[in-house]
């Protein structure tokens, strides 16, 4: 039976300390509620117990997400939207920019915190794996004062954990560490959004040498809480992935967790998607290799914002950077242009068109103070050499059908010049202004990743 909205007690502070003295009065029994998406549910369905409702909401010192040297800060009261759309999250945390995606629809995404995710304390929660792996820890405020605890200690038993009544969690804390990492997320539903998981997973790990260095995998949905699979862990480091370590692997989990059936699957469902799921993580694993050359190795160690800047000169769009550096760390040289194209056909049309920007017109060179990279103008100038030597004719024509195309579509002309003499990119010039708008744009994206894949061989070849 729904509530009765008039037998409830809301009230909004105008400060994170009026809140905190609010909840110091315990007597009062107030429940503090950002989102208020589970709240609702509750409400709707007659089941919400707590009568007196404190919004935190509002509170600016919860709801912004700080970048430390060592750690990123998340305010508790941050927004799934808020995770998926923060650059610094996606770079160094890809695993929750990841979980926030899965989590409930838009209006979900824009109403639901991190912070709420933890107190609700579902072991079926997408984020906490997550935060699991990233070896979290939760700064808890109250008007006595702060305090750290780490999040693989919080949760305690089903929807139990280590929060006094009159304590708010602040902020999550993420150590800032983890860029090197292979990193692997699945989420087994009964539908890929807006479904709550069956079985989800989180997993990191460092392989050097074939050899498993660092390794660290969560789950949800398959014990009384989110569950970091300790053992298995233990049993992984220092060996090397096989047929072996996975069966091993397998059997160690399998004692590890406790799933139990419920209206969303059975216990005997979710312990053979853990064994599949583990074992997927870890042949990924297996089939990575060290890498093609020390320009990748260094590469793959680089801080996130270092590894964007690094590659950039290879295509000119800063998402395309991004995605990139996330993918990291990457084996070789053909995975390294597979994650180009996967990437660059996942950008905006506003990525393709600073991309294209980054380049000179055919037949002209950039000054230095166009563009950031020499790298970029030494490369440009490379593949261009048909054009410059070419007789003044031929460049006049060129340059005149660039103003031309230029008109048609506001955007200079994009192609993969390298090998090509000016009268045959003349030629395709030509051809192109008969393309429609949608056709044009996508086949100038083509050539910008025919570009970007040459000069990412050249950058590994250091040419």
Known sequence: ??????????????????????????????????????????????????????SIWNLPELRRIDVLPSELQIGAACTYTDLREDANVAREFPLLALAASWTGGIANQNRGTLGGNIVNASPAADSLPMLLVYEAELILISARGERRVPYLEFHTGYKKMNREPDELIRAICLPRRFS????????????NAQAISKVCIAGLSQVKNGVVEDVRIALGSVAP????????????????????????????????????????STATYRAAVVNNLLAEF???????????????????ALPAEAAEKEILACCGSQAWARGMA??????????????????????????????FRSHPRIGESHSESAIEERRSI?????????????????????????????KRFGR???????????????????RRLGNDATTELREAA???????NIRLKKWLSKR
């Open 326 to 355: 996330k993918r990291r760390p990457i084996a070789g040289e053909a995975d390294l242009l597979v994650a180009s194209k996967e990437t660059w056909r996942g950008l905006s049309e506003a990525d393709w068109l600073e991309a």
């Open 225 to 264: 809480v989110p569950l970091r699979l300790t053992e298995t862990e233990r049993m992984l480091k220092g060996r090397r992935i096989d047929a072996t370590a996975i069966m091993l692997a397998k059997k160690t989990a399998a004692d590890e967790i406790k799933p139990i059936s419920d209206i969303r």
């Open 378 to 406: 030494q490369w440009s100038s490379q593949e261009q050499s048909g054009v410059a030597n070419t007789d003044d004719a031929v460049k006049l024509t060129l340059a005149k059908a660039n103003r031309e195309y230029e």
């Open 412 to 430: 200079i002309f994009i192609v993969c010049a390298t090998g090509k003499s000016a009268a045959a990119i003349l030629e395709i010039l030509n």
């Open 282 to 300: 870890l042949e990924k694993l297996g089939k990575y290799e060290s890498p093609l050359n020390n320009v990748l190795a260094h590469w793959n």
């Open 180 to 191: 090197g990492y292979i990193s692997y997320g699945r989420k087994v539903g009964a539908r």
């Open 1 to 54: 039976m729904r509530s009765n909205p008039a037998e409830f007690e809301f009230i909004t502070p105008t400060s994170l300390a009026a809140a905190l003295k609010l909840l110091a009065e315990r007597k009062k029994g107030w429940l503090p509620i950002a989102g208020g998406t589970d709240v609702m549910v509750q409400f709707a369905a007659g089941t919400l117990t707590s009568q007196r409702l404190l």
């Open 446 to 452: 083509e050539q910008q990743l025919r570009i970007t």
